[in-house]
């Protein structure tokens, strides 16, 4: 049952938060130079950035992407990458998650209209819908739990030495219906952060079932992509 929660989590990652702020060929031109390439890849999360006992794996895609984009209105049809890489996903235990991904965009303007595009569609009033849809699609057929309203709001973080930085979470309440956890109400816990330096763009998502992830661990991880966005700024 955890496995399953946890696996919706993922899901959830992926789509609204990773899916949402990657910017993955389907919707944005690209144009990949050796030196902007070489300054994204520098910029992700490594498996060396966290506490023994972690593991990272091959990063998935996911086939909602574009669906939640469209939903709340993101267009990135108008930017162009010159450079783009996405972590590994690491993990601790069966459901306490976290990935990154980092692009470099054609000039200054293209990171600051990527921020506002993204930012306008999580704050909008359609995000909450998008997101309830998604859970109930990859929650159906299972008995062991019922989902209930997701909520989705802007969240704080210690801010890092960046010039922009933005951040949500999103909580979705689970009912445990069947099985040793029955009758438990515990929540899925998501966190996206967005940093911006010059034309370069950051994200950091963190994911966690009955508890929210370590903020003190999510706080090293974004202070450390902050400190890599000014070493690749120069």
Sequence with gaps: M?????????????????????????????????????????MILQLSDFPNGWRGSAPEDD????????????????LTRTGAAESRDFAMGESTEASSSAAVFANEQQAEDFL???S?????NKVEGCLQELVD?????DNTFKVGE????????????????????????????????EGLTPSLYLEDVILRQGDKVATIETSDVLTEFDPDLRDKLIQTVAGRMSDASG
């Design 63 to 78: 086939e909602n992407d574009e669906a939640f984009r469209k939903c709340i209105g993101v267009d990135y049809s108008s």
């Design 150 to 181: 997701v909520d989705v709001g802007e969240f704080n973080v210690t801010p890092p030495n960046v010039e922009d930085a933005a951040a949500w979470q999103l909580v979705v309440p689970v009912e445990i219906t069947s099985g040793v956890g």
């Design 2 to 42: 955890w496995v399953a929660l946890a696996a919706l989590a993922g899901v959830l990652a992926v789509s609204a938060c990773g899916g949402g702020t990657d910017i993955d060929e389907s919707a944005s031109k690209t144009a990949i130079t050796p030196e902007a390439q070489e300054q994204a890849e520098s």
């Design 137 to 141: 699609e990859n929650a159906e057929g």
């Design 120 to 124: 306008a569609g999580m704050n909008g």
């Design 116 to 118: 506002e595009e993204f």
